[in-house]
């Protein structure tokens, strides 16, 4: 069974662009999460989708928004964006949504100039 | 709100060391924690996974306990390789808060041949 994959895996933007980042879960998995990992915060819960639905939020701004179309596949996309957005952003799938064991993605790798 | 602690932040040890990584939490209505690796600008790996009802899991040379009423987590690595080096990170996952999941800042481990 093919893994989570993320895309693209590394990205360069400047301040105020927008970008859009793609995750595609496991096969058969329906909830996928985003999180958001930075050296100085860690890794950081941005939002959780399920059933094309969004189930959960982290503390994070309005410009960080994301979707999950009818095939689980899920976007997350970032507007306006600032330096401090650089990070390493990470998708991870599970079965369910809630409590099931999660399995990330390669992550991809934004960096903001 | 869950916080979640590692000690050590790093621990470098020889090869075949047997080895404990701690994890804490400060809430203990959690439904479970997992045990994850990372390696450097990498994804997370899933190592072990500890439901709330269970006291411990094993895989290989890998060994996780879980004592929820002193909100504390160990994963021990027995005979330790060059190839067990990278971060090691714990996540609990809450009852409660849409099963909202926190990350510690994981323990770096170098095992040196």
């Known amino acids: 069974k093919a893994g989570v994959t993320q895309t693209p895996r590394y990205l360069i933007k400047t301040r105020g662009q927008q970008v859009t980042l793609s995750c595609s879960p496991i096969?058969?998995?329906?909830?996928v999460s985003w999180y958001q990992q930075t050296p100085g915060q860690g890794l950081q819960f941005l939002f959780e989708?399920?059933?094309?639905?969004?189930?959960n939020k982290g503390n994070f701004p309005g410009r960080f928004s994301g979707r999950q179309f009818s095939n689980s596949r899920s976007e997350m996309n970032v507007s306006t964006l600032e330096l401090g957005d650089s990070a390493l952003y990470l998708c991870?799938?599970?079965?369910?949504?809630?409590?099931?064991?999660?399995?990330f993605g390669p992550g991809t790798r934004l960096t903001v100039l | 709100k869950q916080e979640v602690t590692q000690i050590p932040a790093a621990l470098s040890v020889p090869e075949g060391e047997n080895l404990v990584l701690n994890c804490s939490f400060t809430?203990?209505?959690?439904?479970?924690l997992q045990w994850f690796r990372q390696d450097p600008g990498k994804g997370l790996t899933s190592l072990l996974l500890?439901?709330?009802?269970?006291r411990e899991q094993t895989s290989g040379r890998l060994n996780a306990s879980l004592d929820k009423s002193s909100g504390r987590s160990t994963l021990y690595i027995a005979a330790s390789q060059p190839g067990d080096s990278a971060t090691y990170l714990c996540?609990?996952?809450?009852?409660?808060?849409?099963?909202?999941?926190?990350f510690g800042a994981g323990t770096r481990l170098t095992v040196k041949p």
């Open positions: 991870a799938s599970s079965p369910q949504q809630g409590g099931n064991e999660q399995f």
């Open positions: 096969s058969g998995h329906r909830s």
């Open positions: 989708y399920f059933s094309e639905t969004q189930r």
């Open positions: 809430d203990s209505a959690i439904y479970n």
């Open positions: 500890i439901q709330s009802s269970q």
């Open positions: 996540a609990v996952r809450s009852m409660y808060n849409n099963n909202d999941m926190r």
